[in-house]
């Protein structure tokens, strides 16, 4: 597959991805290489994900990193509920301890966690590991060996592989650096926030019903706002929700009231809804 195919792959799944996007697309999956996105929230990296796992017409495995995030949650577990009654059905079965040990754990009482799900599924799925800065450094040296041999140790069940190498894209927002090892393991693309041109070319994949001039006029007031150094500036998702909040209002154009009045679906702090009182958002429309 090209990179010209990956952008129509992508692009039939109404998601505007620019020639650096396409391109680390392409490399990770035909390099059998992870993909790691940095950049601001909201600006679709999670999206890439849901998107290229719905083109390719295969299985997203979502893990969601947070901190606390251990091996149980995010590699397997046994069911231990399930063991207990296996034990007491055995109890009069006459078989050794070591082959209860043996009945209770293998595969019917394993527990699969999105990790360690992704490598037994027989068609590659696309592994979406979210927010991975979220996660301690303890859960990220545990991905480290998956990462490199898409393997993992389970100690009662021996080593398991892949059956077919998942496509893995780990997000990050930058709430703390990531290790050196982790990177070394993966291709790397920054992120940013869309150029006006290719902001409104998502709009129109995104929100087609929505006229070209509030489309032009929403989308340039979202471009001012990040120039603001705002607590939180608005990503493409809030440009989306916020012009899909102004069609259901049925507005034509914008005005300082209506902007005032829908601007929790922009920003989303009390510093910020402060800061564009009145004559801020005034100003924000000059010449719009």
């Known amino acids: ?68 995030l251990d091996a149980s949650m995010a590699l397997y577990e046994w069911n231990f509920p399930k063991q207990v009654l296996r034990i007491r059905l055995e109890e009069h079965s006459g078989k050794s301890p070591s082959e209860k040990e043996s009945l209770i754990f293998s595969q019917p009482f394993l527990l699969e966690r ?17 927010e991975v800065d979220r996660s301690d450094e303890e859960f990220e040296a545990l991905l480290l060996e998956f990462l490199s041999d898409f393997q993992l140790t389970i100690p009662e069940l021996g080593t398991i592989q892949a059956q077919q190498r998942p496509i893995v894209i780990l997000t990050s927002n930058r709430t703390r650096e ?3 090892a982790l990177r070394r393991r993966c291709l790397y693309l920054w992120m940013d926030y869309p150029s006006l041109e290719q902001e409104l070319a998502i ?31 608005p990503g493409v998702a809030e440009t989306l929700e916020w012009l899909q909040g102004l069609m259901l209002l049925g507005a034509g ?4 009231q209506l902007v005032q009045e829908t601007l929790g679906l922009l920003v989303k702090s009390r510093e910020d809804l402060l800061r564009l009182r009145g004559a801020a958002v005034e100003s924000l429309l000059e010449g719009i």
């Not at 490399?27 to 290489?33: D, I």
């Not at 509030?214 to 939180?232: D, G, I, N, P, S």
């Open 1 to 68: 597959m090209t990179v010209e195919a990956v952008e129509a792959l992508l692009a039939a799944q109404r998601y505007v991805a620019d020639r650096p996007v396409a391109m680390a697309v392409h490399l990770a999956m035909h390099l059998g290489k992870p993909l790691l996105l940095e950049g601001q929230t909201g600006i679709g990296k999670t999206e890439l994900a849901k998107v290229l796992a719905a083109a390719l017409g295969t299985e997203l495995i979502r893990l969601q990193c947070y901190e606390g």
């Open 114 to 130: 999105p990790l360690l799900r992704a490598l037994t599924r027989p068609q590659a799925p696309v592994l979406l590991i979210d």
């Open 253 to 256: 154009e914008l005005t300082p």
């Open 203 to 233: 709009v129109r994949a995104r929100v087609p019903q929505v006229e070209e001039k509030l489309a032009f006029a929403a989308v340039r007031l979202v471009q001012r706002l990040r120039e603001m150094q705002l607590e939180k500036a």
């Open 178 to 180: 990531l290790g050196e």
